[in-house]
């Protein structure tokens, strides 16, 4: 069993993405807008945002992974799920569970931005602007959080932990 501590409780995460909806609702307004869920950390937090949304959208996800079994990102970005929506001349937003050292994130977005897409921009529930590597601007961030290995609402640890109504840092990987 792992030792962990709440970072960011789920009320706190509940207001947080209905003002994330409220600011995308009125930034998107007469826009085609589809929104991608980065698979698998995204699903939870996507789940919650699109349900404040108030706009017809688009959904899809696309699956990439950078960390396998570890704490820390491989360096290597591997494709294993990709998009099935026609991207070309809509605006997209990313939905990513955490962005870290920017890598997987700036991949995604040159990868879906020459599909001819309007526009590519980039939500995320855990920003760690710290361990940048590559520059990438987060357009809607949920929380920034300086340091510690995250779990819950989507985070997980060699895929396990995602179920947490809330965002816990492991003091202990148990």
Same mark, same amino acid.
């Given at each position: 069993m792992i030792e962990k501590e709440e970072v960011v409780s789920r009320?706190?995460?509940?207001r947080r993405v209905q003002e994330l909806g409220r600011t995308i609702t009125r930034d998107y307004a007469g826009r085609q807008l589809v929104v991608i869920g980065i698979l698998n950390g995204a699903f939870i937090f996507l789940a919650d945002l699109v349900r404040e949304i108030e706009l017809p959208i688009e959904i899809d996800f696309i699956r990439v992974s $950078?960390?396998?079994p570890g704490? $820390? !990102? !491989?360096?290597t970005i591997q494709c294993a799920k990709d998009t099935e929506i026609d991207l070309a001349g809509k605006d997209l937003l990313l939905v990513e569970d955490i962005v870290d050292t920017g890598r997987t994130i700036a991949c995604l977005k040159e990868l879906l931005t020459a599909r001819k897409a309007n526009s590519v921009r980039i939500c995320a529930l855990i920003d760690k602007q710290e361990r940048r590597e590559v520059e990438v601007a987060v357009d809607y961030t949920g929380f920034v959080v300086a340091e510690g290995f995250l779990v819950g609402y989507g985070l997980d640890h060699a895929?396990?932990?995602r179920q947490y109504p809330a965002i816990y840092k492991i003091v !202990?990987?148990?």
């Open positions: 009320k706190d995460i509940a $950078s960390y396998g704490t $820390s !990102s !491989s360096g895929e396990q932990h !202990s990987p148990g």
